[in-house]
């Protein structure tokens, strides 16, 4: 499938601050795609930079295959969403929507048939005489993303659209986000510091650290196989737990620095003293009655969801489990751990990479 927006050794320069580093990504049209990564990472400053409200430095910006460079914001044929919402509080929802075809010329009934056609579909059909301050922060968000809609343009950018709602809202949100997303067959990029919104909306997850793109792929795949301990620990809720150890004697086997040295076998072929990082998710560690596990901990927070508890080591580092259901554990217990030897993740000490 085409590319809509192609990024080429694309570098933005604030003075002597490098905010986007040799930047190459291919968006597909009518994917959905999610930059995600920490505050500073140069995420939206990239996702400024596909609408024109940034000019890059270097490199070279297409969509739909035209070199946007010094094409002004409003000739790009983009729309973006805020998390601001940025609608105009003197406008009806109705104003809102056409406000921008009517600035085209577009003739009044037509733009009205627009607005009601839009409105329908994103739900909006009863608020169209209402102004932003009679409206609650979901709907304003809908009228954010109708108002993108109404132009049928390349590509969507979102930018942390959901940030200002509630915890519950914004799982009914990006629900509908990703529902509208594939009846209307857009192009869609989406910036996020939250990684389960990138894991649950996006077909292809970009993770960003200081500038750089550190991977991209589909979400699982960034899950299953980071390419480093960052995208490890940052992809995954509760995070990956990460143990420093070194290569046993018989380059099978892990000496892990878990409060004090333990020897265990992994089956992980390592070489004799060097130096590692082992990785291993929360449910991919299990509880196993002392003298049947590999170590032995005691356990310092017990939490429970009703259908999920997370258990807390009292270790250097601290260890989470994630089980399913209620334990009958409680803190101050030493409970055996046993590591699923197949989900294993090694990192180099040094360079943070995968081996």
């Known amino acids: 499938m085409t590319a809509q927006i192609e990024l080429s050794d694309v570098n933005k320069h604030y003075g002597a601050y490098h905010a986007l580093k040799n930047i190459d990504l291919a968006i597909r049209k009518g994917s959905f795609t999610a930059l995600v990564g920490p505050s500073g990472c140069g995420k939206s400053t990239l996702l400024r930079s596909l609408a024109g409200l940034e000019s ?44 921008s075809l009517r600035i085209r010329g577009t003739p009044k009934a037509e733009a009205k048939k627009a607005a009601e056609e839009v409105a329908a579909t994103t ?40 940030s200002n709602l509630d915890a519950a809202l914004r799982v009914h949100m990006r629900k509908e986000i990703r529902a509208l997303h594939d009846r209307l067959g857009a192009t869609s990029v989406y910036v996020t510091h939250d990684q389960i919104e990138a894991m649950t909306m996006a077909d292809h997850v970009v993770v960003m650290r200081a500038g750089v793109i550190e991977q991209q792929g589909r979400p699982l795949d960034l899950y299953d196989k980071p390419v480093n301990k960052f995208v490890a620990g940052f992809i995954g809720s509760p995070a990956m737990n990460f143990i420093p150890a070194s290569g046993g004697v018989d380059g099978h086997s892990l000496i892990l620095e878990l409060s004090g ?31 049947e596990g590999i170590i032995e901990v005691p356990v310092a927070i017990v939490e429970s969801t009703g259908s999920t508890t997370y258990l807390t080591t009292a270790t250097l580092p601290e260890l989470v489990v994630v089980l399913n259901g209620r334990a009958h554990i409680s803190s101050g217990d030493v409970v055996g751990l046993d590591f699923a030897s197949s989900q294993i993740h090694l990192f180099d000490a040094d360079t943070e990479r995968r081996l």
Not at 73 to 94: G, N
Not at 144 to 151: D, E, G, Q, V, W
């Open 56 to 99: 890059i430095s270097t490199g070279t910006l297409k969509i739909a295959g035209e070199v946007m460079n010094r094409v002004p914001p409003r000739k790009r044929d983009v729309a973006m969403v805020f998390q601001s919402y940025a609608l105009y509080p003197h406008m009806t929802v109705e104003q809102n929507l056409t406000y």
């Open 261 to 291: 040295r333990q020897h265990v076998a992994t089956g992980v072929p390592i070489a004799p003293g060097k130096k590692v990082t082992l990785g291993l998710r929360p449910e991919h560690v299990t509880i196993v009655p002392r003298g």
């Open 123 to 162: 739900g909006l059909s009863h608020l169209l005489g209402r102004y932003p301050r009679e409206l609650s922060g979901g709907q304003r968000q809908r009228v954010a993303m109708s108002r993108a809609i109404i132009r049928h343009p390349k590509a969507f950018l979102f930018d942390e659209p959901l």
